[in-house]
């Protein structure tokens, strides 16, 4: 049985409707602080909560878990910068206790969702793995401080982990049953849909003046169906023993902030009311995966890599979910 973790989130409940459409036996774990209830889709749910050590131990024995898929976490890297002890609390202690938990119930398989930003200003791109590590934000120190955890616990323990790093997230369920819903949206092609539809103030463009082609910062953008299988093969990875290891997440090919919104406006036909200002501290200008790894040694082949689709894919659970799971 898989355990997710953060299974109610954004990432977590589309892994969860996979599993499910998979018939994997699994179950969510989830604070609710930033997940739905709807989003569990129907999936057994265990409320608790990462930072509470006993709550983690009773699920893991309650039910007979043998692989973990660890999503929860806290994800703005702005809030980190303002806040860093709740991260450091809530994505480093949080795992560590899982960790331990882990250790204790005899588990050894775990699949971590670690993140591009673990590598900070990129000095070569496409970004290897093997690319120096040096993030910008405590959101970024935080996920690559469990990064090494992770390889003490392989050394000391026999832990075997996967971390795999996405870029950014995006899309939804091509079904249009479960989408993405943060509070406050701060994903580009989410937040440019939820300005156009008027729920939210006008969009800041974050510098203009940028080495690209028309002066915006360049992503790398993944669909989060793609970022789903990429799961199952980890897992599957995992219990056909492979060794530890840290994957890049993304297409390969990045889009600037213009194009994305020009695409939101295409699939939209709605007007993205917007405003230009100042770069952001810490944006580097082009963050784009090479995720030639995970395709050779796992044999990924993202589905969805067009940003059209993962525009549209946003965009149909949007308009029918205006008011996200709240509608
Ligand atoms: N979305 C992206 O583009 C992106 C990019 C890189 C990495 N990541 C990583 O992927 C993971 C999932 O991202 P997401 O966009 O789905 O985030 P999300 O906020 O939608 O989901 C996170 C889930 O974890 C739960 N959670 C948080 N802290 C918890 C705790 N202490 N105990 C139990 N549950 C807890 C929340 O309630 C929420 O349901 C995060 O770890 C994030 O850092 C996301």
Request: charged share 25%; with cysteine.
């Amino acid at each position: 049985m898989v355990l997710l973790c953060g299974g109610a989130g954004f990432i977590g409940s589309h892994m969860a409707k996979r599993l499910r459409d998979l018939g994997e036996r699994h179950v969510i774990l989830d604070s609710f602080e930033k997940g739905h209830r709807p989003a569990a889709g129907g999936s057994p749910v265990v409320e608790a909560d990462l930072r509470d050590r006993e709550s983690i131990r009773r699920a893991l024995t309650t039910f007979p878990i043998e692989v973990v898929i660890h999503f929860a976490g806290s994800i703005q890297v702005g809030e980190s910068v303002r806040q860093p002890a709740e991260y450091w609390e809530n994505n480093f202690v949080g795992t560590l206790n899982l960790l331990e938990a882990m250790r204790e119930a005899g588990l050894s398989k775990l699949v971590f969702s670690s993140t591009a930003a673990v590598y900070g200003e990129p000095e070569v791109v496409p970004i290897p793995e093997d690319h120096p590590k040096k993030p910008t934000s405590p959101y970024g120190e935080t996920k690559f401080a469990v990064e090494m955890a992770l390889s003490a616990y392989e050394r000391a323990y026999g832990l075997r982990s996967i971390a795999l790093r996405y870029f950014n997230a995006a899309g939804s369920d091509p079904d249009g049953v479960f989408g993405e819903d943060h509070d406050p949206e701060t994903h580009l092609i989410p937040a440019a849909i939820l300005s156009a539809m008027g729920k939210t103030a006008p969009m800041q463009i974050f510098g203009t003046d940028y080495p690209t082609l028309d002066g915006t910062c360049v992503r790398d953008y993944v669909h989060v169906m793609d970022l789903a299988e990429a799961h199952r093969l980890a897992v599957r990875a995992l219990r056909d023993g492979a060794p530890s290891n840290q994957y890049n997440l993304g297409n390969g090919q990045g889009f600037s902030v213009r194009e994305v919104l020009q695409m939101v406006q295409e699939v939209t036909g709605l007007v993205i009311p917007h405003s230009e200002g100042p770069r952001r501290d810490g944006d580097p200008a082009v963050l784009v995966a090479s995720s030639e790894k995970i395709r050779a040694e796992l044999g990924w082949s993202p589905q969805y890599p067009d940003l059209g689709s993962m525009v549209s894919h946003a965009w149909n659970w949007r308009r029918a979910h205006p008011d996200g799971y709240r509608s």
